[in-house]
Nanobody
Framework: QVQLVESGGGLVQPGGSLRLSCAAA????????IGWFRQVPGKEREGVSC????????TYADSVKGRFTISRDNAKNTVYLQMNSLEPEDTAIYFC????????????????????????WGQGTQVTVSS
């Protein structure tokens, strides 16, 4: 059974850092592109980042470039999102997903920040950035 579990969220002050984890079970994460998305109440899910399964190429939303870093540890079957210089606008529930649909599934090619190309999701972890 495919499962994704996010962890690492919490409350931090502006300028602080968090590292989110996306642990996979029931499949080998190394073969799939994994994306991080975030969502706030009343808004659509927003793509944040993607890491490819082979060459580990990465994609970032403009809003997080230079601040967030996505990485994977295939031995641990886990993808991470290191978030630095956090801003109040980063407050959201963060989800990880497995890209298994569309023309470029299995890679971060095309538009990897579209949530409709991901089929499995974790439960989400809350990130709150506030003074």
């Amino acid at each position: 059974q495919v499962q994704l579990v996010e962890s690492g969220g919490g409350l931090v002050q502006p300028g602080g850092s968090l590292r989110l984890s996306c642990a996979a079970a029931g499949f080998s994460l190394r073969y799939y592109a994994i994306g991080w998305f975030r969502q706030v109440p009343g808004k659509e899910r927003e793509g944040v980042s993607c890491v490819a399964p082979s060459d580990e190429s990465t994609t970032y939303a403009d809003s997080v470039k230079g601040r967030f870093t996505i990485s994977r540890d295939n031995a641990k079957n886990t993808v991470y999102l290191q978030m630095n210089s956090l801003e109040p606008e980063d407050t959201a529930i963060y989800f990880c997903g497995r890209r298994s649909r569309g023309k470029f599934y299995g890679a971060c090619s095309g538009d990897p920040l579209r949530d409709d190309e991901y089929d499995y999701w974790g439960q989400g972890t809350q990130v709150t950035v506030s003074s």
